[in-house]
């Protein structure tokens, strides 16, 4: 889901155990810190912003994460912390829907899973978006094509094109 370099920068970071380890142990709180088995620290909780090819994946990885918790002597814990940065993330990248409701993602992983399917789904409703404006400016950089052909070819409103006509102008 990564829709800018700083996402696949943290990615990529977060993707060295012994990276999150210090991280966690030199800046988190020294209670969630000893909470951490770091001998078994993979990249199980970002695979959730990794799965977002699919709603099966997104659901794999939920359900993936919340085995994690469940097996965990301090699950209501560690629930609790994961949690609160599962909803911290997927509002950083936009998915307000239902976040505020939200509260263990034990108990509401079919919910989690339906927000990160939104938000997978809203992405790809702008990249078309962006795709189809990007059309139209080549259009009306390169052709002689009138508002209404443009719009027609491009998928858009004639009163968008129209506007993107006139910033070019200026």
Same mark, same amino acid.
């Given at each position: 889901?990564?829709?800018? #370099? #700083?996402?696949?920068?943290?990615?990529?970071?977060?993707?060295?155990?012994?990276?999150?380890?210090?991280? *966690?142990?030199?800046? +988190?709180?020294?209670?969630?810190?000893?909470?951490?088995?770091?001998?078994?620290?993979?990249?199980?909780?970002?695979?959730?912003?990794?799965?977002? #090819?699919?709603?099966?994946?997104?659901?794999?990885?939920?359900?993936?994460?919340?085995?994690?918790?469940?097996?965990?002597?301090?699950?209501?814990?560690?629930?609790?912390?994961?949690?609160?940065?599962?909803?911290?993330?997927?509002?950083?990248?936009?998915?307000? *829907?239902?976040?505020?409701?939200?509260?263990?993602?034990?108990?509401?992983?079919?919910?989690? +899973?339906?927000?990160?399917?939104?938000?997978?789904?809203?992405?790809?409703?702008?990249?078309?978006?962006?795709?189809?404006?990007? *059309?139209?400016?080549?259009?009306?950089?390169?052709?002689?094509?009138?508002?209404?052909?443009?719009?027609?070819?491009?998928?858009?409103?004639? +009163?968008?094109?129209?506007?993107?006509?006139?910033? *070019?102008?200026?």
């Amino acid at each position: 889901m990564a829709t800018n #370099h #700083h996402d696949t920068g943290y990615k990529e970071l977060f993707s060295y155990p012994e990276f999150v380890q210090q991280l *966690v142990e030199g800046f +988190a709180p020294t209670e969630i810190a000893q909470l951490m088995d770091f001998s078994t620290l993979k990249n199980r909780v970002f695979g959730v912003e990794n799965a977002g #090819h699919s709603w099966e994946a997104l659901q794999q990885a939920v359900d993936r994460v919340v085995k994690i918790i469940e097996a965990d002597p301090n699950k209501e814990r560690v629930d609790k912390i994961i949690t609160r940065w599962i909803k911290r993330h997927l509002s950083r990248l936009g998915a307000e *829907v239902g976040l505020e409701r939200l509260n263990s993602l034990v108990e509401d992983r079919d919910m989690l +899973a339906e927000n990160l399917e939104n938000l997978v789904k809203k992405e790809r409703l702008e990249g078309a978006k962006a795709a189809q404006q990007e *059309v139209a400016r080549n259009l009306i950089a390169r052709t002689e094509m009138n508002d209404q052909m443009i719009a027609e070819v491009a998928g858009l409103e004639v +009163a968008e094109v129209s506007d993107m006509r006139s910033q *070019v102008k200026h």
